[in-house]
C-alpha cells in the first residue's frame, strides 16, 4: 500500500482541486495557521512628481519546519520566497490550471505548483 503525504493548507482559503472532469477530486480546509511573507514599501525615486516605491520583501512568519511525508499549500509569494524548501506547493492558478466560475472568480484549481 502506498503511503500518503499529509497536505496541511497554509493558505487563509479552501483549496478546491478539480479532475480533468470539472468535477471536485479534493477539499482542503485551512490549517488555522497562515504563512505570510512580510513587505514594506521604500521609495526609490519619483517620475514627474509621483513618487514610486520598491516592495521588499524581509521575512516569513507562520511557517512550520519540514516534517516527514508532508506538504505545505502556500501562496505563491512564500513559495517564491522559500525556493529552498522541498515540501512546499502553491495552488496552480495559471491560465491552464485555475478553475472559474461563470463570472470569472477563481474557484479551484487542477493542481499544485513548484519553482
Do not use: W
Not at 488555522?32 to 517620475?47: H, L, N
Not at 496552480?92 to 484549481?109: F, L, N, W
Amino acid at each position: 500500500m502506498e503511503k500518503q503525504t499529509k497536505l496541511v493548507n497554509l493558505t487563509p482559503h479552501e483549496v478546491t482541486i478539480y479532475d480533468e472532469n470539472g468535477n471536485v477530486k479534493l477539499r482542503i480546509p485551512p490549517s488555522g495557521q497562515v504563512a505570510r511573507v512580510k513587505s514594506r514599501q521604500v521609495k526609490i525615486g519619483e517620475i514627474n512628481g509621483i513618487p514610486v516605491f520598491k516592495t521588499e520583501f524581509y521575512d516569513i512568519e507562520g511557517l512550520p519546519d519540514p516534517q516527514p511525508d508532508t506538504v505545505y499549500i502556500v501562496s505563491l509569494l512564500v513559495l517564491q520566497a522559500c525556493r529552498d524548501r522541498k515540501d512546499l506547493v502553491a495552488p496552480d492558478t495559471s491560465p491552464q490550471g485555475a478553475v472559474r466560475d461563470s463570472e470569472g472568480k477563481i474557484i479551484g484549481t487542477r493542481g499544485f505548483q513548484v519553482l
